[in-house]
């Protein structure tokens, strides 16, 4: 069948200089997107990540003690799991590089605060560390991806597309506001990626040795994506001279060393990692098992991180789908063969390994964290994809809506998934979402009502979405009806699906979501949903778990009154059968 005119897209035409209008237009996408992702604060009383808070607390030993040990930050802001012990002192247990990263902004912050008497909380410190060095170098390589997707000879619009959908719609919208190193590491991997494709027999030392470094610093953020950054730099190994490779391999010998040294000062030896010195017995037993934890793939875990819907990539970001095609398009065009091998091989290799991953769940975290890294590369594959076939534009904007929909609802509520669900995208953002259970923002932190808070990060989404609009307009109005019809009602069709499955035992479910909202300081919301669900189902198994927690609800809002009578109520009504 001929393939209409038009629909292959810029496969076969060359790189296109970027006009004045169009950096205009990737600059406000990428101020509307950095408004949205610093607005969020996650300044919560009741809950903290862990993963974030141990390398607050290493930051905060550094700067402030001279030290790796964080045993005075345990004993100042509590303990907590996800640390290393070595002759009963306590140590992070994570890649240091993120927290090396922050240590010089947090020692100038903490010498301004001497200076002047400021005090900085955890949930301050968390806040700027997070917003220096994940938030913004994020949206800096949303403009990296654009720039690098025009010069393979991607459109204008498409590009602008593709850059939304990163920023707004995929795990990178999430993970780019809390203090974790897996979207440090993203950025890492994309900026050699988009570097190395520079490269040649005359390209400066200084520019491999910069190469090496970010090679270096990203593998010693988050491990797994050593291996992509290797791949990257296989790519290029045959291209330059020696002298080029000699300062690449500097570079990241460079970038590297920090987390040897540290390895050596903490726990005897560079390479003695922190994972095999694990204080707790939960964590002890993974990482003892196969390499540090790392096992082989399970039928459970491929499906569980790719459809699943607790954890499925599939299932929170449907366009990665169209990243098989755009590896084969790739591989077969001689100009982005190279793009596209390095991109599907790293995707590949870090895909298998976070299969592998003994607990592959990873805890409280949304979708694959381990896949974090190499979503840019994933992205690239995406719209070589599109590029191709400009019919899969609709598809690709519309399920980027749906998905940026759930993970901006996870990045205002909570940006991480409780275990304690089957389907969290209906079990948890829904339902907080609906009960107005938000994460503190920049807007509530002034006192602005809980939804009038929203009011600026909601205008720059639709200004990004107005951008994106105007970017493919063409696209959307030359001929693709029926794939536009076509892709909303596959959406409309997966979202009922998604929002009405419920798999989760139902008092299971209502006592997990009280908690939850209690974790963000929505007590009123907690107890509102006992409430109802006490209720609705009177038994004395209900009430022997909700009664404790309808108690605390209500002393943590301060209604001492209503605290006594659910007391009461618990001891005396509806034949509870335990007691606090």
Not at 178 to 205: N, Y
Not at 336 to 364: D, H, M, Q
């Amino acid at each position: 069948m001929p393939e209409p005119a038009g629909d292959r897209g810029s496969l076969d035409q060359p790189p296109s200089p970027v006009t004045r209008t169009e950096r205009w237009h990737v600059a406000w996408l990428l101020i509307a997107a950095a408004i949205v992702l610093l607005w969020p604060t996650h300044a919560w009383k009741s809950y903290r990540n862990v993963m974030e808070a141990v390398r607050l607390y290493e930051v905060r030993a550094i700067v402030e003690d001279g030290t790796f040990c964080i045993d005075r930050q345990i004993k100042e802001y509590g303990d907590l799991n996800g640390r290393a012990s070595v002759d009963g002192r306590a140590y992070s247990d994570k890649p240091i590089g993120l927290s090396l990263a922050a240590v010089p902004a947090y020692w100038a912050m903490h010498r301004i605060g001497s200076w002047t008497g400021v005090d900085w909380t955890m949930q301050a410190l968390r806040y700027a560390a997070a917003a220096l060095c994940v938030t913004l170098p994020t949206i800096l390589i949303g403009g990296v991806m654009y720039r690098a997707w025009r010069s393979m000879g991607i459109a204008h619009g498409l590009s602008m597309l593709g850059v939304g959908v990163y920023l707004f719609g995929s795990l990178a919208t999430p993970y780019s506001t809390q203090f974790v190193g897996h979207q440090p590491a993203a950025v890492l991997v994309f900026g050699h990626f988009a570097l190395s494709r520079s490269f040649t027999k005359t390209t400066p030392g200084w520019m491999f040795a910069l190469a090496g470094l970010m090679a270096g610093w990203g593998a010693m953020t988050d491990y797994f994506s050593a291996f992509a950054h290797a791949i990257i730099g296989l790519s290029y190994a045959r291209r330059p001279r020696w002298t080029g490779l000699a300062w690449g391999a500097f570079g990241a010998l460079i970038g590297f060393a920090p987390l040897l040294i540290h390895n050596a000062i903490t726990f005897g030896g560079p390479l003695s990692p922190a994972y095999a010195h694990e204080a707790t017995k939960e964590f002890t037993a993974q990482h003892t098992t196969g390499f540090h934890g790392v096992v082989w793939p399970r039928w459970e875990s491929v499906a569980g991180l790719l459809i699943s819907r607790e954890k499925g990539l599939l299932v929170l970001c449907p366009y990665v789908a169209m990243a098989i095609a755009g590896a084969v398009v790739g591989v077969m065009n001689p100009r982005w063969r190279r793009e596209a091998i390095v991109c599907a091989a790293s995707v590949l290799t870090v895909g298998f390994l976070a299969c592998s991953v003994l607990e592959w769940k990873a805890g409280w975290t949304i979708g694959p964290r381990h896949m974090v890294s190499v979503m840019p590369l994933i992205m690239t594959l995406v719209v070589m994809a599109v590029s191709r076939w400009k019919l899969l534009t609709p598809w690709l904007a519309i399920f980027g809506l749906a998905s940026g929909a759930v993970m901006l609802g996870a990045t205002f509520t909570l940006p991480a998934f409780d275990a304690a669900f089957g389907n969290p995208i209906a079990e948890q953002t829904a339902y907080l979402v609906r009960e107005g259970a938000l994460t503190t923002t920049i807007g509530s932190s002034i006192g602005w009502p809980r939804w009038w808070a929203l009011a600026v990060p909601a205008a720059a989404v639709l200004l990004a979405v107005w951008l994106i609009g105007h970017a493919i307009r063409r696209e959307l109005l030359r001929g693709y009806g029926v794939s536009t019809i076509a892709a909303i009602v596959a959406v409309s069709c997966g979202g009922w699906w998604l929002l009405q499955d419920h798999p989760t035992e139902p008092r299971q479910r209502v006592t997990a979501q009280a908690k939850l909202a209690g974790y963000l300081d929505h007590h009123d919301v907690k107890a509102a949903t006992l409430e109802r669900a006490l209720a609705a189902d009177p038994s004395p198994t209900l009430w022997g778990a909700a009664g404790p927690m309808l108690v605390t609800a209500y002393h943590d809002m301060g209604d001492t009154a209503r605290a006594r009578e659910a007391t009461d109520r618990w001891k005396n009504g509806i034949g509870a059968a335990k007691r606090p």
